[in-house]
């Protein structure tokens, strides 16, 4: 048994779909917990008006009852609290023609999907292109990324990320558990306070002159025990999985597993984690493999790495062409964020959790929660039986 997630919906449609199916009944769920979640998502300093307007209003429609999973598929709506400014544009039957034609989009914005969305389905303009490609629909992701979540604290699996770089400005991993739980409690995901004075006024420069900022952001997870995943088949490999959810974030462009790049300028005797006898534990002095050898974890802490770039809708516009007079011009201009990567990170935790909830529900099954809790708990004791002397 796995879980899949699906969802479908348009950033200035009715809203989004969201299901889930495959959890194990059993588990408990609160609306507190994902809108915790959401409200993580809208965080950041960089971000722009639609923030402030988006309510990120839900509904579960099923798989839910008295705050606990059923086992039958979980349903839930995203509202999108702007859909009657919307509506004349945008309805599936009562579209009205003028408004439509107000909204269309025929400068492609480079570095978004509208011209290449355009050649893949023959549209004249891009909206039904952007509506769908619009990180909106990260929102949606996040609800299903948290529900992965919950299945992961009931085991005591903990997903966490810290922005670690703002454009040019490096500023690290966090240092400590309190680093670790400032970078995910506050708004900028930075884990230093001392940090953020200058990243604001990098973001507010970028801001002022009508540019956009990339960044990257680290994703850990704790107390996740060796031996997850698969190194049988190269789609069931869990590094291979855990890099294409996050690759699959709008505006990602690279993906590391602990060293990553950094390993391959490195001599093999200086990267491999060597066994070291510690208390008793067969354990490592160091982690350059980021938690995962083979494809499986191996006991240590997931370390991952994204690089985003930077968002590409400009306030100064970049050079496009219209499609339909075949004329350079400017490209078209959508009110938008300068910065997303602290909200990125949470969608980054998001994604992280799916993954790894859908490898430890294929690899432990069970219908009800406390059957993959009895043997993740076995499991989990068997290979700390292994590393003990
Ligand atoms: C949380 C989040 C918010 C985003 N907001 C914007 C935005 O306001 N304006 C924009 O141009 N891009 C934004 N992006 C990035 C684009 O959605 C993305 O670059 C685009 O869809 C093209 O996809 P690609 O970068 O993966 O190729 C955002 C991304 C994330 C993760």
Same mark, same amino acid.
């Given at each position: 048994m796995s879980i899949r997630m699906l969802s479908c919906g348009e950033s200035h449609g009715k809203g989004y779909l969201i299901i889930v199916e495959g959890l194990p009944a059993g588990l408990p769920i609160s609306k507190d917990c994902i809108e915790e979640q959401l409200s993580r998502r809208r965080r950041g300093y960089g971000r722009g008006e639609r923030m402030k307007l988006e309510r990120d209003e839900f509904e579960f429609y099923s798989g839910v009852r008295g705050k606990v999973t059923t086992g039958n598929p979980i349903g839930v709506v995203l509202h999108n609290s702007e859909w009657e400014k919307w509506k004349d544009s945008m309805d599936a039957f009562e579209l009205k023609e003028d408004e439509a034609k107000e909204r269309e989009i025929t400068k492609p914005r480079p570095g978004h999907a509208d011209a290449s969305g355009m050649a893949k389905f023959g549209f004249e303009e891009a909206r039904n292109v952007l509506e769908r490609t619009s990180a909106r629909a990260t929102a949606a992701w996040t609800i299903a990324g948290t529900l992965c979540r919950r299945l992961l604290e009931d085991l005591g699996v903990a997903v966490r990320s810290s922005v670690t770089s703002v454009g040019p400005r490096s500023i690290g991993l966090p240092r400590s558990e309190e680093e670790w739980t $400032?970078?995910?409690?506050?708004? =900028?995901?930075?884990? $230093? %306070?001392?940090?953020? %004075?200058?990243? =604001?006024?990098?973001i507010d420069e970028a801001r002022s002159s009508g540019d956009s900022l990339g960044g990257t952001f680290a994703i850990s997870v704790k107390n996740i025990p060796a031996g997850i995943g698969s190194y049988s088949e190269w789609d069931r490999r869990l590094d291979g999985r855990l890099a294409q959810a996050l690759m699959s974030i709008p505006s990602a462009k690279g993906v590391e597993i602990g060293g990553g790049f950094g390993l391959s300028q490195r001599p093999g005797s200086e990267v491999h984690d060597e066994f070291v006898l510690f208390s008793g534990l067969w354990t490592r002095r160091t982690n350059n493999a980021g938690g995962i050898e083979g494809g499986v974890t191996n006991g240590e802490e997931l370390t991952l790495h994204v690089a985003l770039k930077p968002i590409p809708t400009l306030k100064k516009p970049l050079r496009t062409f219209d499609v339909r007079i075949k004329r350079e011009t400017s490209a078209h201009v959508e009110r938008g964020d300068v910065c997303v990567v602290p909200a990125a990170s949470v969608?980054?935790?998001? =994604?992280?959790?799916?993954?790894?909830?859908?490898?430890?529900?294929?690899?432990?099954?069970?219908?009800r929660m406390e059957d993959l809790r009895s043997r993740f708990e076995e499991h989990t004791k068997r290979t700390r039986r292994m590393f003990h002397v």
């Open positions: $400032r970078a995910c409690s506050s708004d =900028m995901g930075l884990p $230093r %306070e001392e940090d953020e %004075e200058e990243i =604001m006024s990098i969608v980054g935790e998001a =994604m992280t959790s799916l993954v790894l909830a859908q490898a430890l529900c294929e690899q432990f099954g069970g219908d």
